[in-house]
């Protein structure tokens, strides 16, 4: 394993042995030219090699998770408890993950440390991955030797978050089935049944209501121009998602959604859970309060909450 060295390529191969047999097979190499040297070294004569194409249903290329973070988090802790050198411990990981963007990530952030930055350094250039709580909590780890300690705790921040985080999903899984369903069922209703009611009317030769006559009218546009409305649905979907990227945006989204009814009340409640659990967490570490609350602020997942505490 070299300095520069993420994951290594995949390359398919086939060929013949010492013994002028066909064979071929599979080999793991950081470039062609690396995998050929290697494939010659154990004997064998190269008739065909090239780098084995990703499948976009690969399960080795799924996105790096929230477990994922924990899951390396708790390992990492267990080897450094155990005495293991750090760029050993992330060495030995790497290679038990079968997630390629996770080994890929942990190779990075091991060439990091090897280059001379502290393990809080490098987690610190994967915000994504590693926000402010978790780096400065292994910073306070670093400095005071208790690494190890530290890395336990956020492990067990992260799956006990994660475990909140399905309990909310499981509770607006309903809702937002019977919200999709009734869409489902009024648009058949539209497509299919309301031109029936039309022919009804028509047949028995009397006047259509004026409330009918519109609903009627709907279900003419909507076969007319149906392509048109559903672009416009995924444009303003889209649209949502990018604007809510935005802070003022999402300062109105999230005070929308707190004033909520039901939907309001598990929101709150989630945000106060992690905002406790984080600081908790954080001032048991020895972050001095300030630098623990603009860390956990973050945590609680509403902006309208990140924005009292710095008003406060």
Same mark, same amino acid.
């Given at each position: 394993?070299?300095?520069?060295?993420?994951?290594?390529?995949?390359?398919?191969?086939?060929?013949?042995?010492?013994?002028?047999?066909?064979?071929?097979? /599979?080999? /793991?190499?950081?470039?062609?030219?690396?995998?050929?040297?290697?494939?010659? +070294?154990?004997?064998?004569?190269?008739?065909?090699?090239?780098?084995?194409?990703?499948?976009?249903?690969?399960?080795?290329?799924?996105?790096?998770?929230?477990?994922?973070? #924990?899951?390396?988090?708790?390992?990492?802790?267990?080897?450094?408890?155990?005495?293991?050198?750090?760029?050993?411990?992330?060495?030995?990981?790497?290679?038990?993950?079968?997630?390629?963007?996770?080994?890929?990530?942990?190779?990075?952030?091991?060439?990091?440390?090897?280059?001379?930055?502290?393990?809080?350094?490098?987690?610190?250039?994967?915000?994504?991955?590693?926000?402010?709580?978790?780096? +400065?909590?292994?910073?306070?780890?670093?400095?005071?030797?208790?690494?190890?300690?530290?890395?336990?705790?956020?492990?067990?921040?992260?799956?006990?978050?994660?475990?909140?985080?399905?309990?909310?999903?499981?509770?607006?899984?309903?809702?937002?089935?019977?919200?999709?369903?009734?869409?489902?069922?009024?648009?058949?209703?539209? &497509?299919?049944?309301?031109?029936?009611? /039309?022919?009804?009317?028509?047949?028995?030769?009397?006047?259509?209501?004026?409330?009918?006559?519109?609903?009627?009218?709907?279900?003419?546009?909507?076969?007319?121009?149906?392509?048109?409305?559903? #672009?416009?649905?995924?444009?303003?979907?889209?649209?949502?998602?990018?604007?809510?990227?935005?802070?003022?945006?999402?300062?109105?989204?999230?005070?929308?959604?707190?004033?909520?009814?039901?939907?309001?009340?598990?929101?709150?409640?989630?945000?106060?859970?992690?905002? #406790?659990?984080?600081?908790?967490?954080?001032?048991?570490?020895?972050?001095?309060?300030?630098?623990?609350?603009?860390?956990?602020?973050?945590?609680?997942?509403?902006? &309208?909450?990140?924005? #009292?505490?710095?008003?406060?």
């Amino acid at each position: 394993m070299t300095k520069n060295q993420t994951y290594k390529n995949r390359y398919l191969w086939s060929g013949t042995n010492k013994k002028n047999q066909y064979i071929n097979g /599979e080999i /793991e190499a950081r470039s062609l030219i690396v995998a050929k040297i290697e494939l010659q +070294n154990k004997g064998i004569y190269i008739k065909k090699i090239a780098k084995k194409r990703k499948s976009l249903f690969d399960i080795s290329l799924k996105k790096i998770t929230l477990l994922d973070i #924990s899951t390396f988090s708790r390992q990492l802790a267990t080897m450094i408890n155990a005495g293991i050198p750090i760029i050993q411990s992330f060495d030995i990981i790497a290679k038990g993950q079968s997630n390629n963007n996770m080994k890929n990530l942990l190779y990075k952030i091991k060439n990091d440390i090897e280059s001379g930055l502290t393990l809080t350094e490098s987690l610190n250039k994967y915000p994504i991955y590693f926000n402010e709580l978790f780096c +400065n909590l292994i910073d306070v780890g670093e400095k005071s030797g208790t690494l190890d300690i530290m890395l336990d705790k956020i492990a067990n921040y992260k799956e006990k978050t994660e475990i909140i985080k399905n309990k909310i999903k499981k509770t607006l899984r309903y809702p937002i089935a019977v919200m999709l369903i009734a869409f489902l069922v009024t648009t058949i209703l539209i &497509i299919f049944v309301v031109p029936q009611f /039309e022919l009804l009317f028509n047949g028995f030769g009397s006047e259509i209501p004026a409330f009918t006559s519109a609903v009627v009218s709907l279900s003419g546009m909507f076969k007319k121009f149906w392509y048109i409305i559903l #672009s416009l649905i995924f444009l303003v979907i889209y649209s949502f998602n990018y604007a809510h990227k935005k802070r003022k945006f999402k300062n109105i989204i999230d005070n929308y959604l707190l004033k909520t009814p039901i939907i309001g009340n598990i929101i709150r409640n989630a945000s106060i859970a992690r905002f #406790s659990r984080t600081l908790s967490i954080s001032y048991a570490a020895g972050l001095p309060l300030i630098n623990a609350l603009i860390a956990v602020a973050g945590a609680t997942g509403n902006n &309208i909450f990140f924005k #009292s505490y710095f008003r406060n």
